[in-house]
């Protein structure tokens, strides 16, 4: 008798003898919580992403927030993205603010070696970028898209600009299976690999080949068979794309031997944009209806996670960090407040009812307002508020029984003012605590920490003028244009790290018939003026020396003022480089 006692005292011991597991987090861009074949449609095909379900647990009730770099905040550091400096997608408030820790930091405490592959968009300048963030190894993209997908733009390894060649899908995955092996095979450390697709994201590129059909041309093919419109079979395309890399990613970890030992979420960064078939959920992306804010979330763990379980309890993506920092026995910050709870136990058991008392949303792309744009839900009950004008009116929040009417048709609020009530307290609570001292603008930029040139981009600037305008095309093909008058000005705020002379290089476009111009760049007392060139076209960016300027140390303004018109459109200025010179003080 005494044997199979012991036996089973030991076995019971095991749980907690087992090393920390490697995480493998996957995360798709815009995908939607319908886009797979697990959730019930019966047009997309995505085997391995419906296989990390099927032979791990589904969470059904997981929350993203509603737009990209919200989302990547939270997930980071646990905490809602308003509580991080992070505000907006684009205009320098994609930033994580620098007293943030992210999860990275925090599991490489614990020995973990760190790797973030792909779409990263939570600061490009230095101090921000993932490498600085606690992230061994980045081979990615800072800003929210790129525009190819094949012989990518935009890419950075670790800080510095890269080329790279094929397909960015497969890129990306060829870099986590990398450094997974190298991790594996080098070291004795457990790993966090982040891979980051950008895809599905605009602007739903699929592979070009120079010989034979493309893998994407096939799959696009197979779905405009289905009698979809383009858009939607693009993003279906790019979703199988990734869900074939998935594929081989799970491959290889079978190879090393490592499945048991590692635990592979799935999930994508916010609501989806496919529209042709959402299993009953309303809204999209940007949105607070479900559509917008629940993503899929599937988790395998063999030998850890029972196959085939379902989590129905809510969650959210601020949950990831501190159920990290659980099973990778990583200690949580003591000097914050987060807002995630540890999921582990309910990944575990694959069983859960009840996990936030509430989650919440909000999404302004300006200014975060308690009025527009709102909601907050329990297990059972949500509560939606939208584009409120002037002052609250409860009149038009919406009240829905998500588990009677998961599709948000009927708006019950009228019924249940008490729930209303309660509900809509909940929220204006936690948007007061989170919003608290916050002052949501932009970074200044980080000038003069090396030699390398750092570039003021157009969407960083605040601009003055009657005329002068804004082109959002992508971030790095972004361009401040239109202006013609005498006056009109964009505007930088810069910390500079490092006093000296700084090469200042413009980055420009201008019509043959409109060059002549005269462009004044100033910082504190001193200018230099420079002359506007033509380019062949306007929207062919050349670069032209500008001269130099002394920056002192510290926080700077930046200005570019047309001092004498052109005839016409001034420029389409799409950046200003500044350089810090040699032997400069
Ligand atoms: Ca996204």
Redesign the pocket.
């Known amino acids: 008798m005494i044997r199979p006692l012991f036996f089973a005292f030991l076995a019971g011991l095991l749980p907690l003898l087992a090393a920390p597991p490697n995480i493998v987090l996957i995360m798709t ?2 995908q939607g919580y319908w886009d797979t074949g697990i959730s019930g449609n019966p047009h997309i095909s995505t085997p391995h992403m419906d296989r990390i379900a099927r032979e791990g647990v589904q969470f059904t009730r997981f929350y993203a927030a509603p ?2 770099a919200p989302t990547r905040a939270g997930v980071m550091t646990g905490r809602y993205y308003l509580r991080t400096g992070l505000y907006n997608t684009r205009f320098g408030g994609d930033t994580l603010g620098k007293n943030e820790i992210t999860v990275a930091q925090l599991l490489k405490r614990a020995n973990y070696r760190t790797g973030l592959f792909g779409k990263w968009h939570l600061g490009k300048y230095h101090g921000y970028q993932p490498q600085q963030r606690g992230f061994d190894e980045f081979l990615g993209h800072y800003h929210g898209h790129i525009e190819r997908y094949e012989f990518a733009d935009q890419l950075v390894h670790n800080g510095h600009p890269v080329k790279t060649r094929g397909y960015v899908s497969e890129l990306f995955t060829d870099a986590a299976m990398d450094f997974i092996s190298a991790t594996h095979k080098q070291t004795d450390q457990p790993f966090l690999c982040t891979l980051m697709f950008n895809a599905p ?1 605009s602007p739903w590129v699929l592979d070009t080949s120079h010989y034979g059909q493309p893998e994407g041309d096939k799959l696009l093919t197979k779905y405009l068979a289905k009698n979809m419109p383009i858009r939607e079979a693009r993003i279906y395309a790019l979703i199988e794309r990734v869900d074939q890399n998935i594929g081989r990613l799970l491959a290889h970890l079978k190879t090393l031997g490592i499945e048991r030992d590692t635990l592979v979420i799935f999930m994508s ?2 609501g989806g944009v496919s529209k042709f078939w959402k299993g009953g959920l309303r809204g999209n ?1 940007a949105g607070v209806h479900e559509g917008g804010v629940r993503s899929p979330f599937y988790a395998r763990w063999p030998g850890t996670i029972p196959a085939g379980s379902k989590v129905e309890a809510q969650t959210s993506h601020v949950d990831l960090l501190p159920t990290f920092c659980e099973l990778a026995e990583a200690p949580l910050p003591n000097d914050r407040q987060l807002d995630g709870k540890s999921f582990a136990s309910l990944l575990k058991t694959g069983r859960g009812k009840q996990h936030q008392p509430y989650v919440y949303h909000t999404w302004d792309r300006y200014t975060p307002n308690p009025d527009k744009r709102w909601s907050v839900s329990d297990q059972r009950w949500k509560l939606i508020g939208l584009f409120t004008k002037t002052k609250p009116d409860p009149t038009k929040w919406q009240l829905y029984d998500l588990q009677a009417d998961p599709g948000e048709t009927k708006n019950i609020a009228g019924q249940h003012p008490v729930e209303a009530r309660r509900l809509r307290k909940a929220f204006t609570d936690w948007f007061s605590e989170v919003t608290a001292g916050q002052t949501y603008r932009p970074v200044p930029i980080p000038v003069g920490h090396d030699m390398r040139p750092v570039e003021l981009q157009p969407s960083w600037a605040t601009w003055t003028g009657p005329h002068i305008n804004y082109t959002f095309d992508g971030y790095d093909w972004d361009t401040i244009d239109s202006w013609k008058t005498k006056g009109e000005q964009a505007v930088w705020q810069l910390e500079v790290a490092q006093a000296g002379r700084y090469a200042v290089t413009l980055h420009y476009g201008c019509a043959p018939l409109l060059a002549g111009g005269t462009l004044r760049l100033s910082a504190k007392s001193q200018s230099l003026d420079h002359k506007v060139r033509a380019t062949v076209t306007a929207e062919q960016f050349s670069q032209f020396p500008a001269g130099a300027l002394n920056l002192p140390a510290g926080k700077t303004t930046f200005k570019a003022t047309i001092h004498h018109a052109g005839s016409g459109e001034f420029m389409r200025l799409n950046g200003i480089h500044l350089q810090r010179l040699p032997n400069s003080r």
Do not use: A, G, T
């Open positions: 861009d815009d737009v990209c994201h960064d916010n992306k």
